[in-house]
């Protein structure tokens, strides 16, 4: 059984960046897509940024394309979201997950891909 932890979160105002991290146990890391999703107060989760096993393709949310980026160190067994020009809306609990098939050649976008999630780590965001 994987583990996922995240880490990476906190207050920011508008305008600023954050990284998160999410860091895996296991060996098999590499073989798995990797997203991160996020929920909000009184909101359904949802998809933020997706990337495929190999790191080849990625997808992100309308709400944050040009400003938020996927990436994975496999050496490190780490997921990253970068978050740059932060907005208000973008305050959340933030999720990472692995999918449940390895080896996928596209990327996973529905919560039910996903099998193993870590705790979450909140985002913050003021006006």
């Known amino acids: 059984q994987v583990q996922l932890v995240e880490s990476g979160g906190g207050l920011v105002q508008t305008g600023d960046s954050l990284s998160l991290s999410c860091a895996a146990s296991?060996?098999?890391?590499?073989?798995?897509?990797m997203a991160w999703f996020r929920q909000a107060p009184g909101k359904e989760r949802e998809l933020v940024a997706t990337?495929?096993?190999?790191?080849?393709?990625?997808d992100y949310a309308d709400s944050v394309k040009g400003r938020f980026t996927i990436s994975r160190d496999n050496a490190k067994s780490t997921v990253y979201l970068q978050m740059n020009g932060l907005k208000p809306e973008d305050t959340a609990h933030y999720y990472c997950a692995r999918s449940r098939r390895p080896y996928e050649l596209t990327y996973p976008t529905k919560i039910a891909d996903f099998d193993s999630w870590g705790q979450g780590t909140q985002v913050t965001v003021s006006s």
């Open positions: 296991g060996r098999t890391f590499s073989n798995y897509a």
């Open positions: 990337m495929n096993w190999s790191g080849s393709r990625t």
